[in-house]
T-cell receptor, first 114, second 112 residues
Framework: IAGITQAPTSQILAAGRRMTLRCTQD?????MYWYRQDLGLGLRLIHY???????GKGEVPDGYSVSRANTDDFPLTLASAVPSQTSVYFC?????????????FGPGTRLTVL | SQQGEEDPQALSIQEGENATMNCSYK?????LQWYRQNSGRGLVHLIL?????REKHSGRLRVTLDTSKKSSSLLITASRAADTASYFC????????????FGQGTTLQVKP
């Protein structure tokens, strides 16, 4: 059982380039999330999806887009990367979108934008 | 906006000692969760305490919740070097997305 996988593990990207971070879960969870983690700022929610076919904006959505074509996959796209998007990105999932549910996290993607 | 804020930001103790971390939050909650993050890894859920509970145990972990003070504490008893990690509390964003909001975390170092 893999749980949640993310790819790539790390990436160095030139500013202005487009980048898609991949996230796949095999737990058939309805809800999925993307967070960024920055030193001193903790984890901040970028986008979320309560169920396949729906998405919503979190605390820091600007510069990012997501799609949820099926239950398992929840890619995060940076259309035109900027240095302030240098961060560690975590994908997570939970059985439902309710706050009482445990979230399961992937191993993270370390992204550096130069 | 930060819902949960942990205190202290960093804690260093000797193996065998107890470690206590605190979390304060701003608005009413239905439940509060604690997560652990080892260096370079994703977060792992530790324990959930509901708003009508005052204390909960799981192995060497003890969590308390005081809704009148809007605070929670995580106690790790008889700490081990393997407990070295960052610990985060998370509460539900009642006002906006309904999603979890994580604090900035407490970094715990347990020296062997």
């Amino acid at each position: 059982i893999a749980g949640i996988t993310q790819a790539p593990t790390s990436q160095i990207l030139a500013a202005g380039r487009r980048m898609t971070l991949r996230c796949t879960q095999d737990m058939r969870h309805n809800a999925m999330y993307w967070y960024r983690q920055d030193l001193g700022l903790g984890l901040r929610l970028i986008h979320y999806s309560n169920t396949a076919g729906t998405t919503g904006k979190g605390e820091v959505p600007d510069g990012y887009s997501v799609s949820r074509a099926n239950t398992d996959d929840f890619p995060l796209t940076l259309a035109s990367a900027v240095p302030s998007q240098t961060s560690v990105y975590f994908c997570a999932s939970s059985e439902s979108e309710r706050g009482k549910d445990t979230q399961y996290f992937g191993p993270g993607t370390r992204l550096t934008v130069l | 906006s930060q819902q949960g804020e942990e205190d202290p930001q960093a804690l260093s103790i000797q193996e065998g000692e107890n470690a206590t971390m605190n979390c304060s939050y701003k608005t009413s909650i239905n439940n509060l969760q604690w997560y652990r993050q080892n260096s370079g890894r994703g977060l792992v859920h530790l324990i959930l305490i509901r708003s009508n509970e005052r204390e909960k145990h799981s192995g060497r972990l003890r969590v308390t919740l005081d809704t009148s003070k809007k605070s929670s504490s995580l106690l790790i008893t008889a700490s081990r070097a393997a407990d070295t990690a960052s610990y985060f509390c998370a509460t539900e964003d009642a006002g906006n997305t309904g999603k979890l909001i994580f604090g900035q975390g407490t970094t715990l170092q347990v020296k062997p």
